[in-house]
């Protein structure tokens, strides 16, 4: 575990590009209308004492998007901590996603796993893993208990799988008219492997009462507004999903500590779900005699409407549902995008696919855009919730540009829309087949 704070990409690369960009991206800033001084908010200004490495005094007298001469005069980047290469779609929360070409791996390693923050990480040297306790109780355990780490290793047989892990909003900014949220494009998704106790074995150790419908996590970071009363997200899933043998209380990823923006010491993964129910810095599970109702339980969030809806439709919020199981879908993760590419010889392209709790059944690969279709080479998963390995090699007829699509179809026959589908309030969803450039010369 590193000590440095979680930093934010290149804020002076940033600056140099689009200053205004950077401004609205990195400050946060509420504006004062009699004195027109931009004041930090509380959150960025807690953050930029991380950075420069101590509180600052005149915080208040400090021009709105002055980069403080101890960054701004240091060659070090700022760095997200323990991650390369991601797309820093805000900072405050943290929230960044991985380039396709960048989840080419088979089991995704740490450094290029995407990172949806709702709220404020525990600060890294705040994190000790021999203190840390996880409490399960509810008023549905029958016997409340508290496990070290140490304990949870002890106690319970101990776990691996490859689990894909992908945000419910993933693909949000292709929604028309746009859904308010992080504009993730195709790269917040993951699938690393996970050590830890089954939640199902961690649970019955408690005790399970009859009347058990739903389990709720807590984890150890806090509201943007610093309210410590305030959850910034306590989601859960139903019995039957938190009973599945892949569901884990993970103190491992990939065969090392959890990175620290992943959750570590310790997190919840419930494969196939959506993100959200997958609780990072986990301390506190609750076993509950109805749906769980933490932060961002109830719709609109992690919900979609029953029926379909047209574009822009206001819908109540009883006409919502959550999110379970995610829809199929797949990524063109070898070559990226943009590449130029001799004609005459076979392209080798490649990539993922998954289908939330189903198996994938078929890949399928177009470069005429949709027109034909070849089917893929399709490996099976490692474990079930593990996305799966495709492969394909496609031939261009003629120079000039086409793309390669990439379509899915999963065990119960349904496939990715070629379009973005179905509109909803919140733009969760979007599986829409994901396409790569090539220009053949
Ligand atoms: N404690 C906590 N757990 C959390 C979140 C969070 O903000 N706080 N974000 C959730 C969401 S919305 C997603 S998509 C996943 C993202 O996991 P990652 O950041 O490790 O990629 O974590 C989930 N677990
Ligand atoms: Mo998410």
């Avoid at 960054?71 to 797309?87: C, Y």
Wanted: proline residues 8%.
């Amino acid at each position: 575990m590193t000590k440095t704070p979680p930093r934010t990409r290149g804020l002076h690369e940033l600056y140099a590009e689009d200053p205004e960009a950077a401004d609205k991206l990195l400050w946060d800033r509420e504006v004062d209308p009699v004195t027109r001084r931009g004041f930090l908010k509380r959150s960025s200004l807690l953050a930029m004492a991380a950075a420069v490495g101590g509180s600052i005094p005149f915080a208040q007298q400090m021009p709105g998007g002055l980069i403080p001469a101890a960054l701004a005069q240091s060659d070090e980047p700022f760095r997200l901590t323990g991650k390369e290469g991601l797309t820093v779609l805000n900072d405050r929360p943290i929230n960044a996603e991985t380039p396709p070409h960048l989840l080419d791996d088979d089991i995704t390693p740490g450094r290029y796993m995407f990172v949806r923050n709702n709220g404020i990480p525990p600060a890294a040297e705040a994190i000790d893993v021999d203190a840390w306790q996880l409490e399960v109780t509810g008023e549905s355990c029958v016997n409340p208990q508290t496990f070290s780490i140490a304990e949870l290793k002890q106690k319970f047989e101990h776990h691996t799988y490859q689990l894909q892990v992908e945000c419910g909003g993933n693909g949000r900014s292709e929604y028309v008219p746009s859904a308010s949220g992080n504009q993730w494009t195709t790269g917040a998704v993951a699938c690393p492997t996970f050590t830890g106790a089954r939640l199902r074995d961690v649970l019955e150790a408690c005790g399970i009462a009859d009347d058990a419908v739903y389990i709720g996590y807590y984890g150890a970071d806090d509201h943007v507004s610093g309210d410590p009363e305030r959850e910034p997200i306590s989601r859960g899933v139903p019995m039957s999903k938190a009973l599945e043998d892949e569901s884990l209380i993970a103190w491992a990823m990939n065969g090392e500590d959890i990175p620290y923006l992943n959750g570590h010491p310790l997190r919840l993964v419930c494969g196939g779900w959506p993100g959200s129910v997958s609780g990072k810095w986990l301390n506190r599970i609750v076993i509950r005699n109805q749906k769980h109702d933490g932060t961002k339980m109830g719709a609109p969030s992690y919900s979609v409407p029953k029926h379909p809806v047209a574009p822009g439709t206001e819908v109540p919020l009883e006409d919502f549902e959550t999110i379970q199981s995610m829809p199929v879908k797949s990524l063109v993760t070898f070559p990226k995008s943009g590449l130029t590419h001799a004609l005459g010889e076979a392209l080798t392209v490649r990539g993922h696919a998954w289908a939330g709790d189903l198996a994938v059944d078929t890949v399928h690969v177009s470069i005429d855009f949709g027109a034909t279709w070849q089917q893929a080479e399709l490996q099976p998963a490692p474990n079930r919730l593990a996305w799966q390995r495709w492969t394909s090699a496609v031939e261009f007829p003629e120079p000039g540009y086409y793309e390669v699509w990439a379509k899915a179809t999963d065990s119960q026959g349904r496939s990715q829309p070629m379009v973005v589908p179905g509109w909803n309030p919140k733009g969760y969803l979007n599986n829409a087949c994901h396409r790569i450039a090539v220009q053949v010369a």
